[in-house]
C-alpha cells in the first residue's frame, strides 16, 4: 500500500418525517459501515439504537453534544 484509503463524508439528516406518496423518504434503519462515525445532535428528536436483543431505544437529543457510534468496520476489526 503506498496511499492509506480514507474518506470523510458529511451528511445531513432531515427532521422530516417519510412520506413515500410524496416521494419524501427519511433514513431508516441501518448500520453504520466505517469504523466511527460522530453525529452531532440537535433539537431533533429521531434517533435510535438497536439492542442485541432487538429492542429499539430513543435516543434523547442534547443539542451540542456528539452521538459516537462504533460502526461495521470496527466491530469486524475487533470481532464484536
Not at 55 to 70: E, L, Q, T
Amino acid at each position: 500500500f503506498s496511499e492509506p484509503s480514507t474518506f470523510i463524508r458529511l451528511l445531513h439528516y432531515s427532521a422530516e418525517e417519510s412520506a413515500p406518496s410524496e416521494g419524501v423518504y427519511a433514513c431508516g434503519a441501518h448500520s453504520d459501515y466505517g469504523m466511527l462515525t460522530l453525529l452531532l445532535t440537535d433539537d431533533n428528536a429521531g434517533l435510535q439504537i438497536q439492542t442485541k436483543d432487538g429492542i429499539w431505544v430513543d435516543v434523547p437529543p442534547k443539542k451540542g453534544a456528539f452521538v459516537v457510534n462504533i460502526g461495521d468496520m470496527f466491530e469486524r476489526w475487533t470481532n464484536g
